[in-house]
């Protein structure tokens, strides 16, 4: 398993695990899963504060508990959507610095640590004070809290104030052949790592594509009508019939950490079997990746 830097030091598993779909309600499943991957040299697990209102984190951080002595491994999670537990709802977005340095103490309860390697802001948008979300953020860097800091946005304008006003060593975004719409952020990130969720496109780009695309893209995605989409993944497929190892080529083209959810053991192998095939892409092959799907670019929140 190859490994990649962030500029904070941290070292994360090019394919890394999304523990978002993991079964909160199959324990001994999550833990087979996690144990998978630990093995198989997976060493970065990203959740989220939010993630079943808490019970994600809980159940990922007692998991990985039992594995500390044997691997060295990086968690990496989120806050800023305020939520109440007992009643499983989502109260507010809150990016205000005191509501963040009381979630993070939440955060390093449920997870069980006494620190957080990676701690990303869940979203945000334009108008929030981004500065003081900048400080908070420095603040609990300073104090040992967390490691580092991220943000996970696919909003131009607030990926770039934080490019520019803050130390942030990651971004997330969904990224993938099809969703190519951070290609354009790509070219401005300098040293921040990116972090590519959504990567199999919800299975749309793997060997399961035909099923998938008929039970979770009816309607099409983004600017792809069903039958566009169908199109460019025959035509991914004409250049790589694994198209789980063509988003991963894909993706280590652009420096990125493969961040794959899966909900079963049987998929994470797969993803793992795919990424034993990932290639160095040469420049042709990744030109001719980006021939096969449209060019997109984001849309809203650019100015
Ligand atoms: N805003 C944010 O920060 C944000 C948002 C979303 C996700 N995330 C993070 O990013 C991670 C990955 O994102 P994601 O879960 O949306 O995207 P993803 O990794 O592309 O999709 C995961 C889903 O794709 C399906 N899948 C995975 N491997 C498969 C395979 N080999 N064959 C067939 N289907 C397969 C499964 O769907 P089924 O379970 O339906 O079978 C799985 O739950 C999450 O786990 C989470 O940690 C962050």
Known sequence: MRNLNTKDGLSLSELSLGCMNLPT???????????????AGITYFDTADLYQFGE????VGEILSKYRSQYNFTIGTKVGNQFDAAKQEKIAWNPGASYIK?????SLH???IDQIDLYQLHGGTIEDDKDETIQAFEDLKQDGVIRSYGISSIRMNVIDYYRKHSSMATLMMQFNPIDN???????????????ARGPVM??????????????KFESGILDYSKDELKESIDALARLNSDLTALSY???????AVIVNGVSSL???NDNLKSYGKTEDLTEQEYSRILKAVKTLKYGEHRI
Do not use: C, W, Y
Request: negative net charge; proline residues 3%; glycine residues 4%.
């Open 249 to 255: 080529a894909f993706l280590r083209k652009n420096n």
């Open 181 to 195: 719409r951070p290609l354009e952020v790509m070219e401005t990130l300098g040293d921040i790592r990116p972090l």
């Open 266 to 268: 049987e998929q994470l």
């Open 25 to 39: 309600d199959d324990k001994a499943e999550a833990e087979k899963i996690i144990e998978a991957a630990l093995s």
């Open 202 to 215: 919800k299975g749309l780009m793997s060997h399961k594509s035909s099923k998938v695309l008929e039970e």
């Open 56 to 59: 994600n984190e809980q159940m």
């Open 110 to 112: 449920r997870l069980g």
């Open 102 to 106: 009381e979630a993070v103490k939440d």
